[in-house]
């Protein structure tokens, strides 16, 4: 693996990222990355996606479809 990214979209425009290069070697089997930020939605008609890039050398990579290996939380934020 020679890199790897965690990437937040709001409405399809990117507002958060987090990349994993450094470090990162070619027998390294697993990567891990958290991002953290505070996004705001109008309630109605914005969303958020999340996404994920594993850049390879040579060979594959698999990221793995199960919530034991991906997940993503959010809270509502708000004044009292």
Known sequence: INGALIAFYKNGSQVIRSNAYAGVT????????GATGIVYLNGSTDYLELWAYIATGAGSAT?????????MHAVLVRAA
Do not use: G, H, K, M
Not at 63 to 71: K, P, T
């Open 63 to 71: 990221l793995y479809a199960s919530d034991v290996y991906q997940f």
């Open 26 to 33: 070619a027998t390294q089997t697993e990567v891990y990355l």
